[in-house]
């Protein structure tokens, strides 16, 4: 018996020793007066989750675990639509797939997207809201039960499409001429000094532009170019789950009305990221209180196999 205890404690204490052994939860939610077609990329060299595509009403949610470790991105596909041939395709942020799931594709510009880095650096999940390829939906990231000075709510809940400069404007032809869009300055003028490449292409060189600052002044917490490092790049500890949310405050550009002509698709069910040195630039900005790898969940898995353990004894 004493035996047997030894070796269960053993493999318990290996269990928790072991990094990543907890897995993350997004809840996808949907606010918006229309369907949102969600996509989902993971980061070269991850497995794809789940599902990469799907759709969701109004008010509806979904919620995807994705493993520990796991990197990728998150974005909002809008006016969707099959032709006669079942090809399905959106206005903005299409992958291109030609399908409701994405596999593996990228959101085409302009897109929100909301980045992860789950058990990264120091053992802290990255993550930020990025307009570095334009912006499509307002969108909100809530972690939940999260730790660290720079754990916080983040996203862009403004409208873009409103105040957006007509040389940045994507229209849809399809809804009179509304705006859906609004590209980035680097997809709409193809620049280097807009796309940080060329002489540009260091955090020295490339500096914000005039409509970088456009973004940046209406979502502070968005990436708004290449470099935008330092106020962009969120960290924390603790293992949390995220809430994802489209369209988190009422009134935004896109009307009911807008949305479907044609019937909702039944689903099947990173350009600049945070990966690579700029994981490493934000790591420096938050380490104090950010370093706890194992919260609540962790700390559910331990009761649960201590209680087993216990039980397990009774027999002998």
């Known amino acids: 018996m004493a035996q047997l205890t030894t070796l269960l404690m053993s493999l318990l204490t290996l269990f928790l020793s072991t990094k990543g052994v907890i897995s993350t939860t997004f809840t996808i939610l ?52 099959q032709d006669s041939t079942g090809k399905f395709s959106c206005v903005t942020a299409d992958c291109s797939s030609g399908k409701v799931e994405c596999a593996g594709n990228n959101a085409l510009p302009p897109a929100t997207l909301a980045e992860f880095t789950l058990d990264g650096y120091g053992g802290l999940d990255f993550f930020d809201v990025s307009l570095v390829d334009g912006y499509n939906l307002p969108m909100l990231v809530v972690p939940q ?14 409208d873009l499409n409103e105040s957006c400069p007509s040389e940045l404007k994507v229209t849809s032809t399809a809804d ?29 060189t490339c500096k914000p532009s005039t409509y970088s600052q456009i973004f940046k002044t209406a979502c502070p917490h968005a990436y708004s170019y290449a470099y935008d490092d330092k106020t962009s790049t969120f960290t ?16 935004t550009s896109q009307k009911a009305s807008q949305e479907q002509s044609t019937q909702t698709p039944t689903t099947t069910t990173s350009s600049p990221t ?43």
């Open 145 to 158: 039960g999260g730790k660290g000075q720079n754990c916080s709510t983040i996203g862009c809940v403004s």
């Open 236 to 251: 924390c500890g603790a293992s949390p789950d995220y809430t994802i949310t489209f369209c988190p405050a009422p009134n």
């Open 274 to 316: 945070i990966n690579g040195t700029m994981i490493y630039e934000g790591a420096e900005l938050d380490q104090s209180g950010c370093t706890h790898v194992f919260g609540s969940k962790a700390i559910a898995v331990f009761v649960s196999i201590t209680v087993a353990i216990w039980r397990f004894s009774q027999f002998f």
């Open 30 to 81: 949907n606010k918006c007066d229309y369907t949102v077609w969600p996509g989902i990329q993971s980061n070269a060299g991850i497995a794809s989750l789940t599902t990469t595509g799907f759709a969701l009403q109004k008010d509806e949610s979904k919620t995807i675990t994705a493993p520990a470790s796991w990197g990728g991105r998150f974005w909002g596909r809008t006016h969707c639509s």
């Open 176 to 204: 009179g001429g509304e705006s859906v869009a609004c590209k980035s300055a680097c997809a709409a003028l193809d620049q280097d000094q807009y796309c940080c490449r060329g002489a540009y292409g260091t955090p020295n």
